[in-house]
């Protein structure tokens, strides 16, 4: 069952959405300050949370930054009545996954915290490390073993050895790793592809990867 933490100080909104939540098949947690929230949040037995900002202690901006700067990564929708655009940016840009502002619709909110989850639910089933040859890529810890020996590598260099790892023997070419590895909007023309590349074959050894002509790149 996904359990969702309701950080709420009106009582008449809590119970709302505690009625609501469990009709809908979640269960529900309520704290009604941030202190109480920060706590929880961090004993790591919910799924999602729902915070209002406005809250008789600390707010839930606070409350969103004490969580991201200790590593909690469960997500989190704001509800709060202050819809200002510099209030939906300072949310989305200290960590926030969604932003809604009331009044709202139940049925939104239901839709938005389960899409919310949908990449924690499509991804728990997901090896944590994937392997090829002597190749180990630890995807939560972010790190790569190669021959038994860990390995540094940069935010990008993993990303780019995440691609080949995943698609082991596959050629995947310079149009592909630009869109998945750099963004879409990364300027196709650019060589920093064979860049990284060829800081990944010094790291993981030359012999890894290989050059198609004309394609782009493969894991051998």
Do not use: C
Request: glycine share 10%; charged share 25%.
């Amino acid at each position: 069952m996904t359990t969702v933490l309701i950080v709420e100080d009106e009582e008449r909104i809590t119970s709302f959405l505690t009625k609501g939540l469990k009709a809908a098949g979640f269960v529900p947690k309520v704290v009604d300050n941030g202190t109480d929230a920060v706590e929880m949040a961090l004993l790591g037995d919910v799924d999602i949370i729902l915070l209002d900002v406005g809250l008789p202690d600390i707010d839930g901006f606070e409350v969103l930054e004490r969580l991201r700067g200790q590593g909690v990564t469960t997500p989190v929708i704001m509800l709060t009545a202050r819809s200002s655009v510099a209030d939906r940016v300072a949310g989305l840009q200290g960590g926030a996954d969604d932003y809604l502002p009331k009044p709202f619709s139940f049925d939104e909110l239901v839709a938005r915290i389960r899409l919310r989850l949908r990449p924690r639910e499509a991804t728990a089933s997901e090896p944590g490390v994937l392997e090829h040859k002597d190749l180990a890529l630890d995807i939560r810890a972010r790190r790569v073993q190669v021959a038994g020996e860990w390995v540094d590598l940069s935010a990008r260099e993993f990303a780019l050895a995440e691609m080949f790892m995943r698609h082991p023997g596959q050629v995947l070419s310079r149009e592909q790793l630009l869109a998945n590895v750099w963004g879409l909007d990364f300027d196709p023309g650019s060589n920093v592809v064979d860049v990284y590349v060829s800081y990944l074959r010094g790291k993981l050894g030359k012999q890894r990867l290989e050059t198609v002509r004309g394609v782009g790149y493969r894991l051998i």
